[in-house]
């Protein structure tokens, strides 16, 4: 049985199934647990099926951001899903060349 609340970021396996798996939020409003297993499937847990699940903390896989090698904070397709400064500097700027109607 868990008998630990998990942190996100932090990897688990269920020792029944022998799935791991990476805790991606919590949702205390719903008390579900959203985790991203290994081969990417997306699942939650209802917090009552966590206690009560055989699950056990394993260290992050090596190979666990192996797909995510190669990109680049300063990638325009990427940039708002690694970039960790201010995301109202990721907004570009409208051109406005015309006059504002004021009346």
Same mark, same amino acid.
């Given at each position: 049985?868990? !008998?630990?609340? *998990?942190l996100?970021?932090?990897?688990?396996?269920?020792?029944?199934?022998?799935?791991?798996?990476?805790?991606?939020?919590?949702?205390?409003?719903?008390?579900?647990?959203? /985790?991203?297993?290994?081969?990417?499937?997306i699942s939650?847990?209802?917090?009552? !099926?966590?206690? !009560?699940?055989?699950?056990?903390? /394993?260290?992050?896989?090596?190979?666990?951001?192996?797909?995510?090698?190669?990109?680049?904070?300063?990638?325009?397709?990427?940039?708002?899903?690694?970039?960790?400064?201010?995301?109202?500097?990721?907004i570009? *700027?409208?051109?406005?060349?015309?006059?504002?109607?004021?009346?």
């Amino acid at each position: 049985m868990a !008998s630990f609340f *998990p942190l996100i970021g932090s990897w688990y396996r269920d020792t029944e199934t022998g799935q791991r798996f990476e805790i991606v939020a919590i949702d205390e409003k719903h008390k579900t647990i959203e /985790v991203q297993y290994y081969d990417g499937d997306i699942s939650e847990f209802d917090i009552e !099926s966590w206690g !009560s699940a055989n699950i056990v903390e /394993v260290e992050t896989p090596e190979e666990a951001y192996a797909g995510y090698e190669g990109m680049s904070a300063f990638s325009d397709e990427n940039s708002a899903f690694i970039y960790s400064g201010n995301p109202i500097e990721l907004i570009e *700027p409208e051109s406005f060349s015309g006059f504002d109607d004021l009346f």
